[in-house]
């Protein structure tokens, strides 16, 4: 059986590894103040040539966007996303059990809009209401869309015309940067969101989410944040050391790229063979629509998510490559669709 279900099937690549093997007797600083963590919050300022940024290395997605959505809201504040986004359908009410409440839009593609916010904004009018204040998105998006730069400018403007905060989920960011699509860098991000993190869990890290917080105004006293919410690690070092690895050289983009290139021999081999798909996704997510006989013969050997009902004959289902997706593995479950 072989797995195209997510992208943390893997434990973590090698060098990571390595790197906590070898300092695993030494000793450092605990709660993030570890010579290892400030050294990987230094390469990733550097990489986004900005030394104004606060970066906190925390443990998970979940964890990361009910900290920072809680964290950034008054009590009477609500956040918008996208129905399919991951604050609205696969945390628990995480975000809403801090007491924000989130507003969702219907979108085709995962993203939003200005006129999707707009329409949210426009039905919220008083104070008998919850006050729109953060707008939510995700890049790769969970239907794995991508935004491209204008789209994220254009959302940009718009939040700041309408003083709302434009926060980022970058569980799969290395993705989504490394799409043959794409037309962002790292660099540009912190220019157009407020916050955002770079997901490691999902490209070759054990674990690890590192938030950036671009707007002065949202750094105040987030260590306390992740103290009272249990996300500060004594040993924040298993962190530390793995983003050092990852942005010491191009090991987290190559990763990326890897992940990235076997989700398009998938997504090419499957074109050829004329089968459709449920979204455009340019990304290391592809979503075929497949006759529900042949996705029951494919579980006997794959393991896979059934994504969406789309007839009475077809299913979507959806294949997730990662940093480690075998290519023999890639070509095997092509071979038996083809069959």
Known sequence: MYSFKNDYSEGAHPKILNALLESNLEQEEGYGEDRYSLKAIELIKNRMDRNDVDIHLLSGGTQTNLLAISAFL???????????????????????????????????????????????????TDEHMVKPKLVYISNSTEIGSIYYKNELQQLSDFCQENKLILFMDGARLGSALCSSENDLQLRDVPQLVDAFYIGGTKNGALLGEALVICRDSLKEDFRYHMKQKGAMLAK??????????????????????????????????LSRENIQFLTQSPSNQIFPILPNGLITKLQDKYAFHIWEKVDTERSAIRLVTSWATKEEAVKALIEDIKK
């Not at 359908?89 to 219907?106: M, Q, S």
């Not at 983003?243 to 398009?264: I, P, S, T, V």
């Open 74 to 124: 008054r009590p009477h504040e609500a956040a918008i996303a996208a129905s399919t986004g991951h604050i609205h359908t696969h945390e628990t009410g995480a975000v809403e059990a801090t007491g924000h409440k989130i507003l969702t839009v219907n979108t085709e593609d995962g993203k939003l809009t200005p006129a999707h916010v707009k329409t949210v904004l426009d039905a919220h």
């Open 236 to 269: 924040g070092r298993i962190l530390g050391i793995q983003y050092l690895e990852l942005f010491r050289d191009n090991l987290f983009f190559d990763l990326a790229a890897h992940a990235n290139k076997m989700a398009e021999v998938l997504r090419d081999e």
